[in-house]
């Protein structure tokens, strides 16, 4: 294990496509949503506790989850917690990681990661982040980790590479973001397009060298708090940087737009989680296709998703395709494969009934 | 108003069909299901109240709801609460409280009715009411109460009748249950058959008569207890005449089988509430034909019965025709159509679930 691997795994999501059971105080990522007893942050800790030590892994999330954070990893110190003050996308919270890892250790290869992701083959996983570590050491490269597409998913971004038989880490041709279903499936057919998994691996010196170069003024704001970062004023300082920073994508801001953008194509059992329906399709289910958990029984029900709540009896007969969720304060039954219309679900509930049940 | 008109509301079912707002311990008779502030049970009281005198409304149930019923019709004196202590279809019920009521009034007329049947024109239902009693007490005649038919309903008994303009109480030619589908379309297009209403008027003397003739040994049962009724001695003598006592309906009994029965055609807004859909088809409705109670939030959905349940958001999406109840300890999701299933979820609940679900 090379001894400057760092990770920065990013929970600061929220989780809405899992409402009602991801709620805004206790989103997605914080839940034991494969059922193992684990929450997703801390899978995704333990996975990369396999390649990092713990001291190299950090976790960059929204203020409001300190304590969520803390309960759920106590190995981790309080300057490995990043904590943002308000909601900026990805690039602000790379550049924030990435400036505040480099007053420590200026040679750090860092591997950024969703903590809300599944994947199902830990080995074939640390076997592509090794090679992505050996590459980001030796060469200025920005590399992304893609995902051979097994559906012409729409809700995905999609990399193009330049075929180059032998060579692991590819170069990048075209970023696709969100592609209509015809062109996703010409992607699919092609051969030469990847889904982005959104976990990078690069060195310190080239990312800070694509900030400076593709997003100077972001750079400029990061690099102001090198004073701040492990003191007591850090938490002001990024308040007041976070209120002037723009929000975008580390896609848009680097990755879409440099030259040095490389993907490694891994085959580990990669799910995003995005939605009901994906985990619908990971879960055990029955022999009509259900997703069955609590206390449920079905007649003439196939392919849906049926949570119940504790200590109640949930009967479901002639629903196809559904997900009924059902929680305290909160029944949804809706088509499972709409994840689309959560958003509007949450934006009215939340404008007729009130934050409390979101 | 006669003076001698006896009303019998029988209140021993067990409303399976409107699980799980219905249950064992609480039936649909017990339950405010129309919204209007009383129950099935008392909205029946009050509207027999204007024909006949409250000493003279009588209600036969199961001995466990006997605490339901005295605290929802406070009125009653104890000898006019009939406590049936086992299940016995309604030719044991009609013949207990035929005997006991003979037993104070030889000349009464007596009108039996279902407790859980919406009536929502009353004057045109007491009009109807006072032609069968008049007709009762002048003949030996069984008189049952049709209604005229709006649909090929095969859930119902149909009633043929002799054609006879100018009579209001005409001759019955057949019975027939629940027929299939396309002889109930042609019942409705014939125009001389009526729905059962379960609602019927006869005099003493013709009721045991009748039982004496088509159910000898029933009214030997029965017509032993004539010491016991009134005393002390009726609770232990209907327990041991309920064991020995068959269970049959009393059309099967008697009404198919006499020759004196007659059917007096009602236009009074009757529904038997026998099922959620029938539920559906009375309450008010939005736009999109949902029934909606709670606080519930519907996107593209149609012609549904949502039953919220209280303190909670329900969110419901993409479903047509569908039935979704949430109560505290069930959940129920199904087709509104398909009260048939009832019956299963019942049975299957009860038996993997336990009892206290039922």
Known sequence: MSTNIYVVIMAGGSGTRFWPYSRDAKPKQFLDVIGTGRSLLQMTFDRFNEIATTDKIWVVS?????DLIQEQLPELEKHQILLETEKRNTAPCIAYASYKIMKQDPNAVIVVSPSDHAIFKEKEFREVIHTSVEAANNDEKLITIGIRP?????????IQYLSDPGVSVKKVKTFTEKPKTDLAAKFLESGDF???SGIFVWSIDSIIKAFEKYEDEMAALFASGLNDYYTDAERSFIKKTYSQCKNISIDYAIMEKAENVYV???DF???DLGSWNTLH???ERDSDENVI?????TYDSTNNYIKGKKGKVTVVQGC???LIADFDDVLLVCKKEDSSVFRDFITDVKAEKGDKYI
């Open 62 to 66: 929204n203020e409001k989850y300190e």
């Open 150 to 158: 097994n559906r012409p998913e729409t809700g995905y971004g999609y």
């Open 194 to 196: 990847l889904w982005n």
């Open 264 to 266: 490694v194509p891994g």
């Open 269 to 271: 059992g990669w799910s």
């Open 281 to 283: 399709e990971i879960k």
């Open 293 to 297: 958990e609590g206390s449920v029984m």
């Open 320 to 322: 196809e395709g559904m």
